[in-house]
């Protein structure tokens, strides 16, 4: 995920860690619903892990109690800031598993500058690279939390826009109609603005770009200030202030899917993560995504009690 992949410890810290020494054990009274029948991970003292953004805090719980369910005594060391840091933990053995992104990833970890288009195919290049570290990815979810321009419903409905094709196509024919809310990062970025402007033919004068904090974006574009905005295509407040997002037709911006991050020495051992796994997995896309990020973000809810109500309504687990 791209807010994740920015922020990251030094370099001295990633080697230990980042200081990931403290945990607390997950206490969630649950029993096997559709997953972790039989109990496979029974034995098993398993750590979960996560960076510290809303999405990533309600991930790694989902992922902490789906190992519960299937019996495994879980170690909480979700909310370690920045990328680098969660990977690392991973990597040298202070947790056992993370959702982490197939883009982060492969530019972050892997060192890679042009992203691979196709998810699936982005997805298959870092796991097979990873495994030389000793991480071994298991099948990734629809859910893709990268960049996005997104309208609100008035804008919409004058311009007729839903492609960034079709705000190219605008942008020539009526300049003075697309005028943008960004990040200065994103303004900046290779893989952002001017990459887009390059992929779609489309120029905005940068009297018509405008540069602000993350939050402010989202209430410019609803308020109309702006009449299309930087979003994430995973954020809650996409659903909770009704913006349309700007489909990527040429599929220039990175993936970054979510998919289960696992030590393979861990997996060596404890095989049944993967049945455990997979069918949460494959339940998450943007819509999930969209909203349980609003439950805590506009709602204020506890994002572990987000992730436990999400799974027992799905029926992976039940209460025990």
């Not at 969630?28 to 398993?46: F, K, Q, S, Y």
């Not at 993370?98 to 492969?106: C, N, P, R």
């Not at 943008?180 to 290779?190: I, K, M, P, S, T």
Request: charged content about 20%; overall charge negative.
């Amino acid at each position: 995920m791209l807010a994740g992949s920015v922020l990251a410890c030094s370099v001295l810290a990633a080697a230990s860690g980042c200081g990931l020494t403290s945990g607390s054990p997950m206490v969630d009274n649950v029993e096997p619903g559709t997953i972790g029948r039989g109990r496979p991970l029974e034995g098993a003292d398993l750590t979960v892990t996560s960076k510290e953004f809303t999405e990533q805090l309600v991930l790694g719980a989902i992922m902490g109690i789906a190992f519960q369910a299937a019996g495994a005594d879980v170690l909480d060391r979700t909310g370690i800031q920045g990328s680098v840091g969660t990977r690392a933990a991973v990597e040298n053995g202070d947790a056992d598993a993370a959702y982490e992104y197939t883009g982060t990833a492969w530019i972050t970890y892997l060192g890679h500058n042009r992203p691979i288009p196709d998810p699936r195919e982005q997805w298959q290049a870092v796991h097979d690279q990873d495994l030389r570290h000793g991480i071994t990815w298991l099948a990734p979810s629809s859910l893709n939390n990268t960049y996005a321009l997104a309208t609100n419903r008035a804008h919409h409905a004058e311009y007729g826009t839903n492609t960034l094709s079709e705000v190219a196509a605008l942008s020539k024919r009526d300049p003075g109609a697309v005028t943008l809310c960004v990040e200065g990062e994103f303004a900046n970025r290779a893989d952002g603005l001017p990459g887009m402007e390059k992929a779609y033919g489309m120029h905005v004068p940068a009297r018509n770009i405008t540069q602000m904090d993350t939050g402010i974006i989202y209430t410019q574009t609803a308020k109309g200030v702006c009449t299309f905005g930087e979003v994430y295509t995973t954020d809650g407040r996409i659903k909770s202030m009704d913006l349309v997002v700007m489909k990527d037709d040429r599929r220039f911006f990175p993936n970054y899917n979510a998919a289960p991050m696992v030590r393979t020495a861990t997996l060596e051992k404890w095989p049944a993560i993967v049945s455990v796994l997979d069918p949460v997995t494959r339940a998450l896309d943007n819509d999930v995504a969209q909203d349980l990020n609003a439950k805590v973000d506009v709602d204020g809810q506890d994002p572990h009690q987000v992730a436990l109500d999400w799974m027992k309504e799905k029926g992976f687990v039940t209460a025990g």
